[in-house]
């Protein structure tokens, strides 16, 4: 018995080792070679001194360390989300401009182990720290005072020192989205294109998917006023999953609207939206995704509510590698400044077109049309809504 | 009536991982270990599964998918499960380690690992392993159109509904009709009893816990398949739940499907409320209703505990086999 294991054990390792080989020509990991550096420097035994080791073999030598760094949030690199839009938006800027960079991902998942890489990329020379995502709302709040000659980029949240508002000091600029209108451009668009049944599936209610889900209201009340429907042509059924995870139950929820007659869900769910996504093609049913192009993972989604997060790092810093680096504020990337959007090249919209878009993207971002910007769980039952009704659900 | 065709489909995709599961769980246990290790089984399994749907759908000199790719990814998964599962046993079993422990790190290794192996293998280099659902069934052919019966059980469907109800027969005759089923329950209650007649009880132990693995592996899969489309190294607890649902359903087959049923019911009356005009008129919050299924099952749990049903549990289930305790 004992041999029979062993011998099983052994194909197993065998077997993983052919796997790895067979793969390793294919995969090249793109996160290492795009980075210029150790990736792995987010380890706490990481010294120092290793990244700037590998700032040597870089070729512009007029630069002391690496003077752009990223801190991922406990996700990664590649995580398709925030970490990846960000990350983008640093490697064209500092390739467009021969500038090195890194990124350090945090060895633990707290908010002194975000100080931690905080600390670890300014020691390898970093000048300005991006981080990506309201996690480190209390680590840049505490990073801005302790280091006052490093800038901070605190995309999605404002700095955090322990008061009731927050703190942004001269050397931080804290990015936030106009996530209202991107929801707003993805309502209007829906109802452009034909739909009256509508649903939006929150993950939690956070400001931010709150914003979301109003300007989704917002947008089809706006469309369908456009089009002279009647009051309660157009309906959306609202409801907030509880979960940015995938789970059979969002699947269910999702299932049961498209079953009662609902014909595009806008998941703003993180990962909940994949059981969405799940739903609708059981259904045959459409879905709309969101914070960046989703339309790679389902066939189904006719378009994404977008945050323009590589928009927004490669202009802070351009703005900072220019001496005007907008400290002390907080930068809402809204239509106007290109920070919300649809993908209009990888939507699959039958009616809606890309005159109609740049037609309601420009009003947005005059400020001729504008969305409510209010927050709380109960933000979208206090809507000045005429036509569209709202299935409110929870 | 359409709502209670959607709602039986619908509990179909809770109920089959959840019996294929806690069916697994009763072969291990009857055998005499604790198998806490479902979910990092059926997480594993669902892994290495998916990531083979993955690899065979994105190759391009593969023509392969649709019924016969699922049910290969079936036998990768309940390989998968195996191998999981021979490294619980082999702590459990032959190094007689406290087999809580032993699965308690395989629940831990399974996301690590499927997390781990996803990024570095992956075609996208992410967690998330996408694959495409060529699988579901539109409509059995024939079966499918009958009035009634068509819609609530052959419409909107997977072959692993109905593989699920095989491996339940099966199982139950395993269990109560044959020479192993008798030795396997024999050596969950009595090991020592066993051993005197001549059945070795590590073999039947092995036997035992190697099958949980393989059924786990396969409810990975059943529950992705339905409920999303890409894996993101999770199964959502499911395998927890199937441990509640073998419980619930006193170690027995035929009382663990209608535990599963039960569950499955509730879960997808809690999920779907709000598609439901019904249900969403009555106003009543959606935590209520994401609290029935748990509420439910600690209220049946408590009435069924009582009596006969508290010694359901197999005897010797947890204790290491030593020859020389009689």
Redesign the interface.
Known sequence: MKKFIALLMVMVLAGALIACAGNDDTTTTDTVVEADTDDDAGADDAQADDTDAVVEQDDSGDWDGIPIALVTDYGTIDDGSFNQGSWEGVVAYAEENGIPHQYIQPAEKTDAGYLDAIVLAIEGGAQIVVTPGFLFEVSVGEAQSMFPDVKFVLIDGRPDIGEDAPYIADNTVAVLYAEEESGFLAGYAAVMEGHTSLGFIGGIAVPAVVRFGTGFVEGAEYAAAELGLAEGEITINYAYAGTFGPSPEVQTMAASWYNEGVEVIFAAAGGAGFSVFAAAEAAGALAIGVDIDQAGASDTIITSALKGLEASVYSILSDFFAGNFPGGTEKIFDASLNGVGLPMETSRFENFTQAQYDDIFQRLANGEVEVSTEVGPEAHLNLNLSIVEVVNIG | M??IY?IMQ?TF??MMPLLIVALGGMFSERSGIVNIALEGKMLLGAFASIFFINQVQSAENVHLDGHPLLLLALLVAAATGV?TA?LHA?ASI?LNANQVISGVAINMLAPAFAIYTA???GE?????V?FN?TF?IESVPVLGSIPFIGPMFFQ?TYITTYLGFLILIVSAFALYKTKFGLRLRACGEHPQAADSVGVSV?KMR?AGVLLSGALAGMGGLI?II?????F?A?V?G?GFLALAVLIFGAWKPQRIVLAALFFGLL??I????????AL?DLGI??HFY?MVPFVATLVVLAITSSGKARNAAPRAAGEPYDKGNR
């Open positions: 359409n709502v959607f619908q995709f809770f191998v021979l082999f032959t990024r570095i293998f996208t280099n992410t967690q998330q996408f659902n579901r909107n590590y092995y529950l339905p409920t999303a489309v890409n993101n999770t959502s499911y879960q997808a809690a999920a779907g409320h709000s598609g439901i005009p969403r919050p959606v994401r």
